[in-house]
């Protein structure tokens, strides 16, 4: 039986609503309705075509995974109307200015002006390249790159994003749309989050999830996670002219294809230097990963007298950044004790250049991630290190490995600094040294974490080893013993030096108890959690009183943490330290100003914070806001009101925009002290955790 009119004209109206409203939410990022609004236009739709079968078509907004779909055996080869080309490569601006020399050189010997040259520059998105065919409008096959003329057919896997239109209007008689899907970070985050603590082993990267993800031969688990795409070219196409590589953008973004932003043209290559150094600045703080810039000569009547060298065109280049990430071989796993005893691998490694430097160790974590992970002796792994974060192994490539038999690393026997025998407590996913009070190894690493929580300036890594070495300092305590007689002693040092460190020393006392149980250095207990234990405590004797019930009231700490801090603080090494602390003077308590305000203005309000603020430090801002009631966790949640974000904020913020957190600068923090009245923040001081502010 034919449909009725009207609900043919209802069923297309949905959609065009639907579609509309995915445009809005995956492509604007600028949603117009809530989920329940949107989800009551699904149920209608799918209602009407329940009823009306024959009215059910593939580009219904209800068929991203169609109903019936089955996972696929294996996936189709799809040949390319047009090749997917690659790139030749700049690294920095004096690659950069040679391929600009040459391409005028070509233009002149083909007699043609070079004045009008204009340049469009393009994040290089570190994703999957893929095709996506549109035949009279509407999606018919999506391919990945594979050798560049044939790939393969994943157009089950790609109907699932949101942000690829099923269905175009005035659309051409075929057009290739070609971009890179990507992993967003934060999602990524979580996916790896969610995995790992699922026993699962976790991606190297967002680029191989993005990889695993669209090779799915199941499109429910690729619909099931959130990759997104963008969109930088057309690939074969009938039926429509570009004049310029611009129109192109255009017409992509007219069409409802998710096109950057941020892309920019340009006149000069002085322009484009400048603009390929403001996207290597944004590198960090995006939320998908970029590894360069692409420049294009802009117009399309060029491409072809310029033409294509191998498989590179001649009129575009790849700006590549210095890699974050680098493969190289893991040579041996070495173990370090740490400085509650614990066991910790890392990586000896074949040299490798990554970030801008040449790494050859890097940190395995710890005894349970290196298990997981299955790095072995000789395989090859993937390393990265960004900004000043320590380098870490992140996973190996397993897929190399083939044929040979490694062995899984495991810890030693014996303490590699004391030699005691090692132990591993049952149900404990950790290695120990037992001896925790003799060990040279823990000291060494306890007093290392101490003197960078409690800032003394003076006190640097080198001075503290050298203290230690020389027998002057035995444990954190000691340091308050020094005398200034003493420390001049020593080569290097004299009265004044000696004097001004030993007053560094004394003020070091005045330290918020937050910061003295950070300093503590007991295991899962960063500056975050120390803060916000400290402030729910209010004193070293209330926390010694708690059990692990009680601990778990404090924002952040789970029923583990708690259990563990719990042990940790009936430890008698601990209880001695923080009695050697305590009589010499260290704050075990909150003082009045720090007690949060219970009912100020921001209560409810919860507050995380990232990177450097120009002029506050984060004792500052966190004091401030804790002082107008407000909350300041570690990381960014559904339940986070504001992001306050410094200079390399880092993945947070990523997060935060992901979920559509509120950022604010400093001046939009001091904003909202103000509106609550709260009072006028002092000066920067050094801020927490010192160790993370040095740069
Ligand atoms: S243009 C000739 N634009 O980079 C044009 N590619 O090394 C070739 N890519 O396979 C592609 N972002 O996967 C172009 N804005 C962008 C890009 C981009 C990432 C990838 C793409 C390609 C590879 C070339």
């Keep these: 039986m034919a449909a009725p009119a009207a609900a043919r004209r209802r069923v297309d109206e949905l959609r065009r609503e639907i579609a509309g409203h995915d445009h809005r939410y995956y492509v604007l990022d600028d949603p117009t309705i809530g989920d329940d609004a949107y989800d009551a236009l699904l149920d209608e739709l799918r209602e009407l075509e329940a009823e009306h079968p024959e009215l059910l078509t593939p580009d219904s907004p209800t068929q991203r995974v169609a109903g019936g779909t089955r996972p696929l055996d294996r996936f189709e080869q799809a040949r390319h109307l047009e090749p997917m080309l690659s790139l030749g490569n700049a690294r920095g601006a004096d690659e950069f200015r040679a391929w600009e020399g040459r391409l005028h050189n070509r233009l002149r010997s083909l ?12 994040p290089k998105i570190d994703g999957i390249a893929i095709s996506l065919l549109y035949e009279g409008g509407e999606f018919v096959r999506g391919a990945t790159r594979g050798d560049g003329v044939t790939g393969e057919d994943v157009t089950q896997n790609l109907r699932t994003i949101k942000a690829i239109p099923l269905r175009i ?32 082993s976790t991606f190297a990267n967002p680029r191989n999830a993005t990889a695993g993800t669209i090779r799915q031969l199941d499109p429910e688990i690729t619909a099931s996670r959130p990759l997104s795409i963008w969109c930088y070219g057309i690939g074969g196409h009938d039926g429509i002219e570009f ?25 000069t290559a002085d322009e484009v230097v400048e603009r390929c150094r403001w996207w290597e600045e944004r590198r960090e703080s995006l939320d998908f990963e970029i590894d360069g810039v692409v420049v294009k000569v802009d117009q399309r009547t060029l491409w072809r007298e310029l033409g294509v060298s191998g498989r590179e065109p ?12 680098a493969t190289t071989r893991l040579n041996k796993v070495v173990w370090n004790v740490g400085r509650t005893g614990r066991l910790l691998p890392f990586a000896m490694l074949e040299p490798v250049h990554v970030g801008g430097v040449t790494v050859s160790t890097a940190t395995l974590h710890n005894e349970e991630d290196l298990a997981r992970k299955d790095a072995r002796e000789g395989d090859e792994v ?15 490539l397993i897929q190399r490995r083939k044929g040979k038999r490694l062995r899984r690393a495991k810890p030693p026997k014996k303490c590699p600094a004391c ?9 404990s996913v950790w290695t120990i040294c037992p001896n925790r009070r003799g060990c040279p190894g823990q000291n060494f690493q306890l007093v290392k974490h101490f003197r960078g929580a409690m800032d003394i300036e003076g006190l640097g890594e080198k001075n503290a080893m050298r203290f230690l070495d020389e ?73 010694l009183d708690a059990d692990a019930e009680a601990i778990t009231e404090v924002d952040g700490i789970g029923p583990v943490l708690a259990e563990s801090l719990r042990e940790e603080l009936a430890d008698e090494a601990v209880l001695e330290l923080i009695a050697r602390l305590r009589e010499r003077g260290l704050r075990f308590e909150l003082s009045e100003a720090e007690r949060r305000a219970e009912g100020g203005p921001l209560e409810e309000k919860t507050f995380v914070l990232t990177g450097t603020l120009p002029t506050l430090s984060r004792d500052e801002a966190t004091r401030l806001i804790r002082a107008a009631g407000g909350k300041v966790t570690g990381s960014v949640s559904k339940n986070t009101d504001y992001l306050v974000a410094g200079d390399s904020p880092g993945t947070k913020l990523a997060k935060a925009e992901e979920l559509d957190t509120e950022i604010l600068d400093e001046d939009g923090l001091r904003e909202i002290l103000a509106e609550v009245g709260a009072p006028e923040p002092t000066p920067k001081q050094a801020a ?7 740069r």
């Design 314 to 325: 001649r009129w575009a280049i790849a700006w590549k950044f210095p890699p974050i990430t």
């Design 111 to 122: 007699d043609i002006a070079p004045g009008e040259l204009r340049f469009v520059a393009e």
């Design 382 to 396: 993937v390393v990265t290190r960004a900004g000043d974060v320590i380098p870490q192994v992140i996973a190996p």
């Design 688 to 694: 927490l955790p010192p160790e993370r502010q040095r």
């Design 471 to 543: 027998g002057l300092i035995t444990d954190p305590a000691s340091i308050y013993d020094l005398t200034a007689e003493r420390i001049a002693e020593l080569d290097g040092f004299g009265e004044t030096s000696a004097q001004a460190l030993i007053a560094e020393i004394e003020r070091s006392k005045q330290s918020p108890f937050g910061r003295v149980l950070y300093a503590l250095g007991l295991p899962g207990i960063g500056w975050v959690n120390a803060t916000a234990i400290g402030e729910h405590f209010g004193s070293i004797d209330a926390l």
């Design 169 to 200: 209007d005035d659309a051409p008689k075929t057009i290739e749309v070609r971009g890179e899907i990507y992993f967003p970070r934060g999602a990524f985050a979580e996916l790896n989050e969610q995995r790992a603590s699922e026993g699962l």
């Design 419 to 427: 030699g005691t025998e090692t132990v591993k407590p049952e149900e």
């Design 243 to 267: 004049a310029t590589h611009s129109d192109e953008l255009e017409w992509l973004r007219d069409h409802a294809f998710k096109v950057n932003g941020d892309v920019s043209g340009h006149e």
